[in-house]
């Protein structure tokens, strides 16, 4: 399990949205508060599925098929996260004192990437096993 590289990858995708939204503010709000995810129920909801989904592809790692669906939905997830992201991002531009987006906004890009990498490790693991099988 944890000799493949897919699993190294959706362990930094679990430690990216798991851990590093504690640490990194999503935003700064007019008054000069940061704002992390937690103080969204919303946002604290989908980093919380983000991480239990590679949670669950790294134990689903005897069934590859599963491990790379997961690993599709968890990219859907970070995408809608990222889209809320955007949208907040937009409606925090126009007020009258300018607001400091911060470094969290950035997570779900990362998150993506890791899975994107976990997805190309485990389609190229799946490929070995059909090519293994067909010389048997």
């Known amino acids: ?4 590289i897919q699993t190294v990858y959706l ?26 995810f937690m103080q969204s129920q919303v946002f604290a909801a989908l ?14 790692y ?7 669906v997961i690993g599709r939905l968890n990219i ?3 995408l809608i ?6 949208y907040r991002s937009l409606n925090l531009s126009g007020e009258t004192t300018v607001s400091e987006k911060g470094i969290g906004m950035f997570l779900p890009i990362v ?10 490790a485990i389609k190229k693991d799946e490929d070995l096993v059909k090519s293994v099988d067909r010389l048997r």
Not at 62 to 68: A, C, I, P, S, V
Not at 111 to 120: E, G, H, Q
């Open 11 to 36: 362990i930094l995708a679990m430690l990216v949205t798991g851990v590093l939204p504690f640490v990194f503010p999503l935003w700064t709000t007019t008054d000069g508060k940061e704002f992390f």
């Open 76 to 78: 859907i997830l970070n």
């Open 111 to 120: 998150s993506i990437v890791f899975l994107v990498l976990a997805n190309k």
């Open 81 to 86: 996260l990222l889209g809320l992201f955007v």
């Open 62 to 68: 005897k069934k590859r098929q599963h491990q790379f």
């Open 1 to 4: 399990m944890l000799q493949r």
């Open 47 to 60: 980093f919380g599925l983000c991480t239990s989904l590679s949670l669950l592809a790294i134990l689903f």
